[in-house]
């Protein structure tokens, strides 16, 4: 006899796995296939976690099995599979387990879909400023790095070899660039 599947609001199921969903195990027909049930092991596998993170989930009341084989084996839907991509998601977004757990507690004794789903917002919304505020931090890097390397070439092209390394911060042989980019000046720098 099945136990009964715990409340779940629809708000999870779409936001867990969302079309052309990048950085996923591919699931084979079967096992994404209504009423088709994964062993801890498989869900594991499909997910790219170790069966020790998918019991801790469980252990945090984050992903429950949907039912247990004659042989006590937990076992997974379609769902469980979801809300562990779902987890990983949220973990790459820099949240840890502890809050995660806090959000799916919030999410699940929300008022109201619409509730859980406001505050989901917030959350995306605050980790959206996030990764933009790095993407702007990993572009001025990327420019650095750029001019660097510039910087770099023409020392390989226009350098003596018997030209000591003390003499490159006042090096004349960068028209384009004459203060040298903080990535190169600071080896020089004490």
Same mark, same amino acid.
């Given at each position: ?9 629809? /708000?999870?199921?779409?936001?867990? %796995?969302?079309?052309?969903?990048? $950085? ?15 062993? /801890? ?8 976690? #170790?069966?020790?993170? &998918? ?7 984050? @992903?429950?099995?949907?039912?247990? %084989?004659?042989?006590?084996?937990? @076992?997974?839907?379609?769902? $469980? ?5 779902? &987890? ?5 977004? $820099?949240?840890?387990? #502890? ?6 507690? +919030? ?15 917030? /959350? ?12 702007? +931090? ?11 390397? #510039?910087?770099? +070439? #023409? ?8 030209? %000591?390394?003390? %003499? ?16 190169? &000046? ?5």
């Amino acid at each position: 006899m099945s136990k009964p599947q715990p409340r779940r609001l629809a /708000v999870f199921d779409e936001l867990a %796995s969302p079309p052309g969903n990048a $950085g996923s195990a591919p699931v084979d027909g079967d096992a994404n296939s209504p009423g088709q049930l994964l062993q /801890v092991g498989d869900l594991a596998k499909l997910t790219g976690k #170790t069966v020790r993170a &998918i019991h801790l989930y469980e252990e945090l009341g984050l @992903l429950r099995p949907a039912d247990r %084989s004659k042989g006590r084996f937990r @076992l997974f839907n379609r769902e $469980g599979l979801q809300r562990v991509r779902w &987890i990983t998601k949220l973990q790459r977004l $820099g949240l840890s387990l #502890t809050e995660i757990q806090k959000l799916a507690r +919030e999410l699940e004794q929300a008022e109201s879909a619409r509730g859980a789903a406001h505050r989901l917002r917030e /959350v995306y919304l605050e980790k959206l400023a996030e990764v933009q505020q790095k993407l702007r +931090e990993m572009h001025r890097l990327e420019r650095e790095l750029i001019a660097s390397l #510039t910087y770099l +070439e #023409t020392c390989q092209s226009a350098c003596e070899t018997a030209v %000591s390394v003390d %003499s490159c911060p006042q090096c004349e042989r960068h028209p384009d660039q004459p203060t040298p980019p903080e990535l190169v &000046i600071g080896m020089h720098a004490q």
